[in-house]
């Protein structure tokens, strides 16, 4: 709807205060509008544009199964993703408490046991000679398979930080996707 007020102040006013409306040809045979008609008339179309421009249902419901066709195509391709994200987590969580037991180990100047236990998914850290738990890493929630070391499930760190013997363990993520790592003699751990 046009507003007529606004368009009366800003025509320019005769010496009896009247607006003075100049005559406006359209080019459209004999036919002459005035200014005030020509402004009434553009913000008419002003308005009608702007109501146009929603969206129809028909554009509503292709834009929507255009995305549900997206969406059902990137599913799979983020669940791999999740779950290698996942696994990648896991292993280095589990690495950093291979290292955790060397450095404490050290840092204590004492043996340090660490357990695997593939039953609870668990993995405990205990001093080598009491049954004294220092930490547990729980891995269930995890989505991962920790196999058993090739050593057997428990590894030893001695005061310098060695391990008392080599190990290698495999962690597989719900995809089958398998990352190992590897503890030396030294008791380097590192991932592979």
């Excluded at 800003?10 to 004999?30: I, L, Q, S, Y």
């Excluded at 109501?51 to 419901?61: A, D, H, P, V, Y």
């Amino acid at each position: 709807m046009c507003d007529l007020s606004k368009d009366y102040a800003r025509a320019p006013h005769n010496a009896f205060g009247h607006p003075e409306w100049k005559r406006v040809g359209t080019g459209f045979g004999d036919h002459v509008y005035d200014e005030r008609t020509l402004l009434r008339a553009g913000s008419m179309s002003r308005e009608l544009h702007l109501r146009e421009q929603g969206w129809s249902l028909t554009e509503l419901l292709a834009v929507l199964a255009i995305m549900g066709i997206l969406a059902l195509l990137a599913g799979p391709s983020y669940q791999t993703m999740a779950a290698r994200v996942q696994a990648r987590s896991a292993t280095s969580e589990i690495a950093s408490e291979l290292r955790l037991a060397r450095q404490l180990a050290m840092a204590r100047r004492e043996r340090l046991r660490v357990t695997f236990d593939r039953e609870a998914r668990t993995i405990t850290l205990r001093r080598g000679d009491a049954e004294e738990i220092l930490h547990v890493y729980r891995y269930a929630d995890k989505g991962v398979v920790v196999e058993e070391p090739t050593a057997g499930p428990e590894l030893l760190f001695h005061p310098s930080g060695r391990a008392a013997t080599p190990t290698t363990i495999r962690v597989q993520d719900s995809q089958g996707r398998e990352t190992t790592f590897t503890v030396s003699i030294t008791g380097r751990v590192s991932i592979s």
